[in-house]
């Protein structure tokens, strides 16, 4: 029967199971069919600037409309086109009035806006080209063989920071020809890497080293009376032999040398274009004569950087333009840009589209034939030629504006990234960082970027004045380079790591410093030091330590007691000429361990050996047990050329006993050289952990925030301390508002304040004897439990238990104590509270005129 309900049960749960596994699988299902509708779309990245989007609302009429003389200047334009195109049937067509942001065309040397900003870097041609490059982002042209159908406004490319190679050239232009520049727009063709910004096959202009200057060497007249050089007795069949091999070897060196030039320039060459001649592409050029320009250049917008007007980067040009004219080019360029001569004034080579240029007419033959004509018939032709000129109009551009803000931000959004041959540089915003950080270039050992070989990167405006670093990722040496102002005098630290006693090289701004410490070379066993402009003369200072007995936990317990064991203090001094040569000390040796002190003096005149004198510090002891203080053994002298008497012993004694001093003083000048490494060390710590930065007395943007912010922290302060001194004196508000409002204090009133404000007082200090009570009743307790469970085990118990027990007992008691000391204080104390408080009461200014009596 019992075996038969068991079964009866288990088939039972059996079959709950199985039902709510099928209601589970169908949940299942259920969640997965809703979670099926449920769908994201991921939305497509559109890398390209939607210039549709431009707001041209606020833009002036200017922008959206042509006055009548703009009207009129089309036409000229059209028909200038006409005439080109019928004449030149094979040229491509010219790029004359482009739309603008407004939909309206423009004739693009209206679109020149010459400005002058004020800033000092914007008034040299390299300034504006790097401003321009920075500033804005490339954008390609739609069609890369053709020039583009719009030409923005430069207000409008500088607000939205990109555009194509004529936005980068008008705006460039229009600052150059600001800055007194004789400056034109350029319409051509230019290679692939131009066009395209490809900066992966230039060395980067941060490592192109200036050209240095032969220096020619002064010829020596010869001496009349000098030496004749002894005989070269040497073979000259020999010496011609060796020549020859030597010519073969550096022949094959050479060979190899520039076969594997070769290799490495076939490896970097790009590859074909297939687009080589036909790329558009917009430049600047700047024609010699205005602002002592001796050469005519071009300079690539998107880059800053000026070419020679022959590079060939530059494959053809089809016109020129600035805010006065417009120029076409007659000449041929199947030499690219070689051949061509850039006088704009000669008609032949450059046909003008307006007769008001500012450019002088060539004198041709026929007109020179011509001088014998009468001045009236020259006067009527030069008024007919008045008459039939045309002035471009003034530019339809607003004036170019960039704020401080802005022209200090330069890159967009602060940073920019160049890409170069096995390098990438990287550029922020003064500000941006909080370290100053504003370059930095990474250099790699391949061209696909992967291994680093060194970072150099540049700061401004930090506090401790650090210019340049440097990391070699090769040997793991920083070099750090520091502008004058450091607290240390700091100008260059070499380092591999920061741990005191490690090799490193420091330099310092000598004219900065009190010893005129100008150099210190540190490795672990040694120190040298360089000074100059010292008025002892010193100017070198070597110091060898030995091993550390046992080296101290950190830099503070380093004292002069416990510092590295000094072995040996060399010192190098320059010529005195007030003294002697003999008796003015070139070089001084202590030597510690040996206990000796060597001399050695600077040579005389006509003499080529010096004056030498060592010294033997040793007490040695007579037979007599006495202790020797000086004897002739412990100076051993060498004076060059001198019949002079040696010198006595007692001065010999003084002279000794001086150097004695000369050398604890030496000891601890190397002890504070230690000192102040590990100084420096802790600040540059300090240092690189605030990364502070300056910001200048003519910052008025900044320095008008800090002070809002300034003002506004105190302002806090101030009404944080109000409420607290009102939060003291009321005192009595709990009370007054159980009485209720009170137009009029009576001595009625005064009693029961002064009655219910005692009352609650004592209740507060008998509430905190019985708490202080309670706590130490609480304690007692727990220690009689602990003690009586102590005696329960005492047998079975450990050490460890015992420990553990004693040292509970050690606390409980340290507990009560304290507790008994707090209770009978507070007993103490409390009269003296309620004293000072009814004191308080009937001094208050609101209850004392009807407590007087009551003092």
């Keep these: 029967m019992e075996s038969s309900e068991a079964s009866y049960l288990s088939s039972g749960e059996e079959e709950e199971e199985e039902l709510s596994s099928f209601q589970l699988s169908d949940e299942l299902q259920d969640l997965e069919k809703q979670l099926s509708h449920i769908q994201v779309h991921i939305p497509e990245v559109v890398f390209e600037f939607d210039w549709s989007s431009v707001d041209t609302s606020n833009l002036p009429e200017s922008y959206k409309t042509n006055s009548p003389k703009e009207q009129m200047l089309l036409q000229v334009a059209d028909n200038?086109?006409?005439?080109?195109?019928?004449?030149?049937?094979?040229?491509?067509?010219?790029?004359?009035?482009?739309?603008?942001?407004?939909?309206?065309?423009?004739?693009?040397?209206?679109?020149?806006?010459?400005?002058?900003?004020?800033?000092?870097?914007?008034?040299?041609?390299?300034?504006?080209?790097?401003?321009?490059?920075?500033?804005?982002?490339?954008?390609?042209?739609?069609?890369?063989?053709?020039?583009?159908?719009?030409?923005?406004?430069?207000?409008?490319?500088?607000?939205?920071?990109?555009?194509?190679?004529?936005?980068?050239?008008?705006?460039?232009?229009?600052?150059?020809?600001?800055?007194?520049?004789?400056?034109?727009?350029?319409?051509?063709?230019?290679?692939?890497?131009?066009?395209?910004?490809?900066?992966?096959?230039?060395?980067?202009?941060?490592?192109?080293?200036?050209?240095?200057?032969?220096?020619?060497?002064?010829?020596?007249?010869?001496?009349?009376?000098?030496?004749?050089?002894?005989?070269?007795?040497?073979?000259?069949?020999?010496?011609?032999?060796?020549?020859?091999?030597?010519?073969?070897?550096?022949?094959?060196?050479?060979?190899?040398?520039?076969?594997?030039?070769?290799?490495?320039?076939?490896?970097?060459?790009?590859?074909?274009?297939?687009?080589?001649?036909?790329?558009?592409?917009?430049?600047?050029?700047?024609?010699?004569?205005?602002?002592?320009?001796?050469?005519?250049?071009?300079?690539?917008?998107?880059?800053?950087?000026?070419?020679?007007?022959?590079?060939?980067?530059?494959?053809?040009?089809?016109?020129?333009?600035?805010?006065?004219?417009y120029w076409v080019n007659m000449q041929d360029c199947w030499n690219a840009c070689r051949d061509l001569q850039f006088d704009l004034g000669d008609p032949v080579r450059w046909e003008f589209m307006l007769l008001g240029t500012d450019k002088p007419l060539l004198s041709l033959p026929e007109m020179e034939e011509e001088e014998d004509l009468a001045e009236d018939e020259v006067d009527d032709m030069m008024k007919e030629e008045e008459a039939k000129g045309f002035d471009m109009p003034a530019s339809w551009v607003e004036q170019i504006q960039i704020s401080p803000r802005e022209f200090e931000t330069r890159c967009p959004q602060g940073k920019?990234?160049?890409?170069?041959?096995?390098?990438?540089?990287?550029?922020?915003?003064?500000?941006?960082?909080?370290?100053?950080?504003?370059?930095?270039?990474?250099?790699?050992?391949?061209?696909?970027?992967?291994?680093?070989?060194?970072?150099?990167?540049?700061?401004?405006?930090?506090?401790?004045?650090?210019?340049?670093?440097?990391?070699?990722?090769?040997?793991?040496?920083?070099?750090?380079?520091?502008?004058?102002?450091?607290?240390?005098?700091?100008?260059?630290?070499?380092?591999?790591?920061?741990?005191?006693?490690?090799?490193?090289?420091?330099?310092?701004?000598?004219?900065?410093?009190?010893?005129?410490?100008?150099?210190?070379?540190?490795?672990?066993?040694?120190?040298?030091?360089?000074?100059?402009?010292?008025?002892?003369?010193?100017?070198?200072?070597?110091?060898?330590?030995?091993?550390?007995?046992?080296?101290?936990?950190?830099?503070?317990?380093?004292?002069?007691?416990?510092?590295?064991?000094?072995?040996?203090?060399?010192?190098?001094?320059?010529?005195?000429?007030?003294?002697?040569?003999?008796?003015?000390?070139?070089?001084?040796?202590?030597?510690?361990?040996?206990?000796?002190?060597?001399?050695?003096?600077?040579?005389?005149?006509?003499?080529?050996?010096?004056?030498?004198?060592?010294?033997?510090?040793?007490?040695?002891?007579?037979?007599?047990?006495?202790?020797?203080?000086?004897?002739?053994?412990?100076?051993?002298?060498?004076?060059?050329?001198?019949?002079e008497k040696e010198k006595k012993l007692f001065h010999l004694y003084e002279m000794m006993m001086h150097l004695i001093e000369d050398e604890k003083k030496s000891r601890h000048l190397v002890w504070e050289s230690e000192m102040e490494v590990l100084d420096i060390l802790r600040i540059r710590e300090e240092e690189e952990a605030a990364s502070k930065l300056t910001v200048s007395i003519y910052d008025t943007e900044r320095n008008e925030k800090s002070k809002e912010q300034r003002e506004a922290m105190e302002r806090q302060l101030q009404e944080e301390r109000q409420r607290q001194v009102e939060q003291d004196l009321d005192y009595l508000a709990p009370f007054l508002i159980q009485i209720g409002g009170i137009e009029k204090m009576t001595k009625w009133l005064a009693l029961r304040l002064k009655e219910d404000c005692l009352t609650d007082f004592k209740h507060r200090l008998v509430d905190k004897a019985n708490l202080i009570q309670a706590r130490f009743e609480k304690e007692t307790q727990e220690l009689q439990k602990k003690q009586q469970w102590y005696q329960q085990n005492q047998l079975n118990m450990t050490l460890e238990d015992e420990d553990a027990y004693l040292t509970y007992c050690s606390d409980a008691m340290f507990r009560i104590r304290i507790l008994e000391l707090r209770l009978s204080r507070h007993k103490e104390r409390a009269p003296l509270k309620y004293i000072a408080l009814e004191e308080k009461l009937c001094k208050d200014p609101r209850l004392s005129e009807h407590l007087r009596f009551y003092m």
């Design 80 to 325: 200038f086109h006409r005439q080109y195109a019928h004449l030149c049937p094979d040229r491509e067509p010219l790029f004359l009035h482009p739309i603008n942001e407004c939909r309206v065309e423009k004739f693009v040397s209206t679109t020149v806006r010459p400005t002058l900003l004020p800033y000092s870097e914007l008034y040299n041609w390299d300034g504006c080209a790097r401003f321009v490059a920075d500033y804005l982002t490339m954008e390609p042209l739609p069609s890369p063989i053709a020039p583009p159908s719009y030409l923005y406004s430069p207000t409008t490319i500088l607000r939205y920071q990109r555009g194509n190679c004529f936005d980068f050239s008008i705006l460039l232009c229009s600052l150059l020809i600001g800055a007194g520049y004789d400056a034109y727009c350029v319409n051509g063709y230019a290679t692939r890497e131009i066009c395209m910004m490809d900066e992966s096959r230039e060395v980067c202009p941060l490592l192109k080293k200036p050209e240095e200057v032969a220096v020619e060497a002064t010829k020596q007249k010869p001496k009349k009376y000098a030496i004749k050089p002894p005989r070269d007795l040497s073979s000259k069949f020999e010496l011609r032999q060796e020549a020859k091999q030597e010519a073969i070897v550096q022949a094959a060196l050479e060979k190899k040398r520039k076969e594997e030039e070769e290799k490495r320039l076939e490896a970097e060459k790009p590859p074909p274009d297939n687009l080589y001649g036909l790329r558009v592409h917009a430049w600047v050029l700047v024609l010699s004569g205005k602002r002592e320009v001796p050469e005519s250049f071009f300079i690539d917008p998107f880059t800053g950087k000026s070419y020679s007007t022959t590079d060939d980067y530059f494959l053809g040009i089809e016109s020129v333009w600035n805010h006065r004219n």
């Design 416 to 643: 920019k990234v160049i890409q170069y041959k096995n390098a990438k540089l990287e550029k922020w915003a003064p500000y941006l960082n909080s370290n100053g950080l504003v370059t930095r270039l990474t250099l790699f050992e391949d061209p696909d970027r992967t291994k680093v070989l060194e970072v150099k990167e540049w700061y401004k405006n930090r506090e401790d004045v650090l210019d340049t670093r440097e990391l070699n990722k090769k040997t793991e040496v920083t070099k750090e380079f520091f502008m004058p102002g450091h607290v240390q005098g700091l100008k260059a630290h070499d380092y591999l790591t920061m741990d005191p006693e490690t090799d490193r090289t420091m330099e310092f701004y000598s004219e900065t410093r009190v010893d005129g410490l100008q150099k210190r070379v540190e490795t672990p066993n040694e120190m040298e030091e360089y000074f100059e402009g010292r008025s002892d003369f010193l100017y070198y200072r070597h110091a060898e330590f030995g091993k550390r007995i046992k080296k101290p936990g950190n830099a503070a317990a380093i004292t002069e007691s416990n510092a590295r064991p000094i072995l040996k203090i060399t010192e190098r001094f320059h010529r005195n000429p007030q003294k002697p040569a003999d008796e003015d000390v070139a070089e001084r040796i202590f030597s510690i361990v040996e206990e000796k002190i060597f001399l050695t003096y600077h040579c005389k005149e006509n003499y080529i050996t010096p004056s030498k004198r060592d010294f033997n510090k040793r007490a040695d002891v007579d037979s007599m047990g006495n202790k020797i203080i000086m004897t002739p053994e412990m100076c051993i002298s060498y004076q060059a050329g001198s019949t």
